[in-house]
């Protein structure tokens, strides 16, 4: 791969890429890493002294870096770290690969693809947002969906660095496709936690045991991963997130997010959707719930009233 490595935003998600980077690539390659949030800096530079190197800036970590990684919460994040003051395109980006791995809106993206292709027009800039979760980040099994097409020359480098960090990539065909894909799967497991709730709570209140549905959906046309290893009913599968009080998922707060950028989406291209306004208004409702908020999303169960017991 390359020499140096950039990484800007070490929260939740990144800080385990980093660390997955920071164990895997090679000695003589050195990581330079930024964040806000100067504590989170420290903790990985004091973990990795000889591999990580601490930077100041976007524009600090672009000019020591062949190439550039970011995983930041939103698009107004994603616009100021690249094109804002001491930003990345302020630094030497000229003939780099720059990879945001964030999940933002689609027209935040290709304003800020449009804006550093002006200003430095060898420098290559790729959507990759994924999907896997804190733990698969941790784990080093996160998917990668990757804005470009099959055929694009970066793919093998590309895919060479992303596999440090995870277990898939796939191109999804052209700039900000990747996050189009992210935006659409996530809108689909969102409805699934939402209509799995329901079913299973209408079984259970009929007397069914909810590990008998679980076993029903997985042998009829129900059959999906949300209703099983993500089962929002505790209880049916141990390592599901609602299994252990629901921590450790993926917060209701970001599927919120992420469903409401899914909206703003299909809205624009003109794709009707009966069930995103329905979808939307609990996930916001459930992000509000005390018994809900900073919980796995599969929590809607608790929301909507089933019974964990
Ligand atoms: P997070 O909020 O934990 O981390 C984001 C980090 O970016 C924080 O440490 C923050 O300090 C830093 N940051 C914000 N503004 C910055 C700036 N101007 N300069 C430098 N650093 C800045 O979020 P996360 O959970 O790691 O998620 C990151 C992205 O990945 C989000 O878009 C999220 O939707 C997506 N995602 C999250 C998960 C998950 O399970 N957490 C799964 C898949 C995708």
Known sequence: AADSIGFIGLGAMGMWMAVRLAEKLPKSTKLHVYDIVPSLV??????????????????????KSEVIITMLPEGKHVKSVYLG??????????????????????GSFLEVKKTISQSSPSSRLFDAPVSGGVIGAQKGTIAFFLGCAEDNKEIPQLTVLLSLMGSKVIPCGGPSLG?????????????????????????????????????????????????????PVPGVYPEAPSSNGYRNGFKVQLMKKDFSLALDMAQKVGSQ?????????TYEAASEDARCRDLDSRVVFRYLGGNEN
Request: aromatic share 4%; hydrophobic share 40%.
């Open 42 to 63: 420290e903790d990985i530079c004091a973990r990795y002294p000889d591999k990580i190197i601490r930077g100041f800036s976007g524009k600090g970590v672009a000019d």
């Open 85 to 106: 003051p001491d930003g990345i395109s302020s630094g030497d980006i000229e003939g780099k690969l720059l990879i945001d791995c964030s999940t933002i809106d689609t």
């Open 273 to 281: 959707n009966v069930l995103g306004n329905a979808g939307l208004r």
């Open 179 to 231: 996050l189009a894909a992210k935006l659409s799967n996530n809108y689909l497991s969102g409805i699934i936690a939402i209509a799995c709730s329901e079913a299973m709570d209408m079984g259970m209140r009929s007397g069914l045991d909810p590990r008998v549905l679980a076993k029903v959906y997985a042998a009829g046309t129900a059959q999906n991963t949300i209703c099983d290893r993500f089962c």
